[in-house]
Nanobody
Framework: QVQLVESGGGLVQAGGSLRLSCAAS????????MGWYRQAPGKQRELVAT???????NYADSVKGRFTISRDNPKNTAYLQMNSLKPEDTAVYYC????????????WGQGTQVTVSS
């Protein structure tokens, strides 16, 4: 089992910044991908950004140029730096961890609320 603890959500005005953190613990896989997804009210959960342990990244088009994902591998922690936030970024943000070959083992954090006011 892998446990994920998120922090860093909150309320910010449009144009502001927030930084999310996700710390993984437990049975850490040597091969893993950490990332962030979000879910707004009435909408499906969607990809925000992912990063492999080796540093390969993937971003949703809607956040490219504004959000940056990073990792501290020795600490098994992923970060999401969110700049130039927009009201449409308002959602619950979930940390995601996939480990093992083909990411067959998947875990989710409890979610953290990000609210961007206009």
């Amino acid at each position: 089992q892998v446990q994920l603890v998120e922090s860093g959500g909150g309320l910010v005005q449009a144009g502001g910044s927030l930084r999310l953190s996700c710390a993984a613990s437990g049975s850490i896989f040597s091969i893993n991908v950490m990332g962030w997804y979000r879910q707004a009210p009435g909408k499906q959960r969607e990809l925000v950004a992912t990063m492999t342990k080796g540093g390969n990244t993937n971003y949703a088009d809607s956040v490219k140029g504004r959000f940056t994902i990073s990792r501290d591998n020795p600490k098994n922690t992923a970060y999401l730096q969110m700049n130039s936030l927009k009201p449409e970024d308002t959602a619950v943000y979930y940390c995601n961890y996939r480990g093992g070959i083909s990411g067959r083992y998947e875990y989710w954090g409890q979610g953290t609320q990000v609210t961007v006011s206009s």
